[in-house]
């Protein structure tokens, strides 16, 4: 399985991004039953989770995320999206997905996001 993110880049505060992670040599049913999830890691930080939906679209969310973000995915396409709106300096991070099946996590390479304020 491959994950490849897209989507990143340089937003002024208040702006929006929205981000796309799609999975590739992942047969749909493996796709559809994985967690997808979004993480970040700012410079001098711990990768944290943003946010996470399940293989029934329940959605979990970092409380820093404040109402923000919104996480969804399109099996069909194998895909998970992060729209991120009312974007802050404080998000500025390298976003990675994951995914997650059968305890197997899968990373991609992650996508720069930059809010200049």
């Known amino acids: 399985v491959q994950l490849q993110a897209s989507g990143g880049g340089l937003v002024q505060a208040g702006g929006s991004l929205r981000l796309s992670c799609k999975a590739s040599g992942s047969i749909l049913s493996v796709f559809s039953s994985s967690v997808m999830g979004w993480y970040r890691q700012a410079p001098g930080k711990q990768r944290e989770l943003v946010a996470n939906i399940t293989r029934d679209r329940t959605t979990n969310y970092a409380h820093f995320v404040k109402g923000r973000f919104t996480i969804s995915r399109d099996n069909a396409k194998r895909t998970a999206y992060l729209q991120m709106n009312s974007l802050e300096p404080d998000d500025t991070a390298v976003y990675y997905c994951?995914?997650?099946?059968?305890?197997?996590?899968?990373w991609g390479q992650g996508t720069l996001v930059t809010v200049s304020s």
């Open positions: 994951n995914m997650n099946w059968a305890s197997s996590n899968y």
